[in-house]
């Protein structure tokens, strides 16, 4: 079951993707994540307003804890100045690339309490293959 | 070129907030993780065009040509921050970025089939070698009996 909603999740960026591109063509890239941000941030809003949210353990929390949505930003810079270098295909292909290595790494030791999964050498054979694979439908 | 490295940087970059932001909604709270992640990702995204445009000033001609469904775009995104979240606790962090990026290009492909009415033998060749690949790779997960891990129960 939750193998389904992780592809329909995927499925969703797909189509965000491809909205948040068309806000990009007209209002400019670094624009629309303004955009996109205050619309999510008064979505998130609304939602803790409704769900009477307490904040009440903030204070106890680690400040690194905090940094996923900059580290968003980082994305959207380095996604637009790539794809205007390399291209969609290669900046797809190497952001795979990345987000593969970083979470065979995390895995593999156990990082930010992502449960620890040793790498299985066994298993470069079905990365070759999904590799492949991917790279076809990536290409054609 | 450093512009490859800068994207494979990008690509790292996706997992790693998706993980902390995992961590973050361990001890907050689904809703309580995502807001916190828009609520910096606003504020980052206006240091970027400030420190890029050196201005906010959007002007008015530009706010009106903003169509209705970016704010599906808004939505979309809480969905998936939320999900993503959820999902970490369920699965490997490989097995998540696998299995979100399979859906990217299944979408893809659907888009494609019902927009422009092409279906590309070649992309089925390449999703059946990713079928197998991954169906290799989780039957090794389920006869590994060193550790139950959160890819050998799940899926």
């Keep these: ?140 | 070129m450093l512009y490859l490295l800068l994207a494979i940087l990008g690509g790292a970059s996706v997992v790693l907030a998706r993980v902390i932001n995992y961590n973050l909604a361990e001890k907050i709270g689904l809703v309580q993780g995502t807001f916190f992640n828009y609520v910096f990702g606003l504020i980052g995204s206006i240091f970027i065009v400030l420190v890029t445009h050196n201005t906010i000033f959007i002007s008015s001609a530009t706010l009106m040509s903003i169509p209705w469904w970016a704010y599906l775009g808004g939505i979309g995104g809480v969905i998936i921050v939320t999900l993503s979240s959820f999902l970490s606790a369920k699965m490997s962090a490989f097995y998540l970025s696998l299995f979100m990026f399979i859906g990217q290009l299944i979408a893809g492909m659907i888009i494609d089939y019902f927009l422009v009415h092409s279906l590309s033998p070649l992309k089925c060749v390449g999703i059946l070698l990713v079928f197998l690949g991954l169906v290799y790779n989780l039957s090794l997960d389920k006869k590994s009996s060193s550790s139950p891990t959160a890819s050998a129960q799940e899926v």
């Design chain 1, 1 to 140: 079951m939750t193998f389904i909603i992780s592809i329909l999740t995927g499925a969703l960026l797909s189509i965000v993707i491809s909205i948040n591109g068309f806000l990009g063509q007209a209002v400019g890239d670094y624009t629309s994540s303004i955009i996109i941000h205050l619309f999510g941030l008064i979505t998130m809003i609304l939602l803790v307003l409704i769900k009477k949210e307490n904040f009440k353990d903030l204070k106890k929390i680690p400040l690194y804890m905090y940094s996923a949505g900059l580290i968003g930003v980082f994305t959207v810079v380095t996604n637009s100045l790539t794809i205007t270098k390399l291209g969609v295909s290669l900046t797809i292909a190497l952001g795979l690339l990345g987000q593969s290595l970083l979470s065979i790494f995390i895995d593999h030791f156990g990082l930010l309490s992502i449960p620890k999964n040793p790498f299985n050498r066994k298993k470069c054979i079905g990365l070759v293959l999904m590799s492949l694979g991917l790279v076809i439908m990536t290409i054609y």
